[in-house]
């Protein structure tokens, strides 16, 4: 994604972290909150679909280090060299993830701190004939 490269790496931290917070926050409900209140149907719906619409090797990456029921013993090195099959690198799976996490920001509209829609347009001007 060409907007990765205009991200400066603060951005990108803090993208991650908003993103990363509701992905945990989505694991811990969906795997411990057993009564199912229509906020937290919709949530969940919400989350599920912006994955869905992720490429298949993003969703797998986002599936396999941040929703998995023991996601939280798995480290980025254990999914890049053993759950993906062939191993990708670092460099690519970095690259993978944080694109992901930005189309995630920008599906469920998380208030990340950086201005991702501005970066957008700023550089993606469209123009209506």
């Given at each position: 994604m060409?907007l990765l490269?205009h991200?400066t790496r603060a951005?990108?931290?803090?993208i991650r972290?908003?993103v990363?917070k509701?992905?945990?926050r ?7 909150v057993?009564?199912s209140d229509?906020?937290n149907?919709?949530?969940h719906?919400m ?10 090797p993003?969703r797998?990456l986002?599936?396999?280090?941040y929703?998995s029921?023991n996601?939280e ?6 999914v ?7 191993p990708i ?8 993830r944080d ?5 995630i ?5 998380l208030d990340?701190?950086?201005?991702i829609?501005d ?5 993606y001007?469209?123009e209506?004939?």
């Amino acid at each position: 994604m060409e907007l990765l490269k205009h991200l400066t790496r603060a951005e990108k931290v803090k993208i991650r972290k908003a993103v990363v917070k509701e992905l945990a926050r989505y694991r811990l409900s969906k795997f411990t909150v057993e009564n199912s209140d229509n906020d937290n149907v919709a949530f969940h719906q919400m989350i599920e679909r912006a994955i869905e619409r992720l490429p298949t090797p993003e969703r797998f990456l986002i599936e396999a280090r941040y929703l998995s029921a023991n996601s939280e013993y798995l480290t980025d090195y254990n999914v890049y060299n053993l759950k993906f099959d062939p191993p990708i690198s670092s460099v690519t799976y970095t690259k993978i993830r944080d694109t992901a996490l930005i189309k995630i920001s920008l599906f469920l509209n998380l208030d990340t701190g950086v201005k991702i829609e501005d970066l957008i347009h700023t550089n993606y001007p469209v123009e209506f004939s």
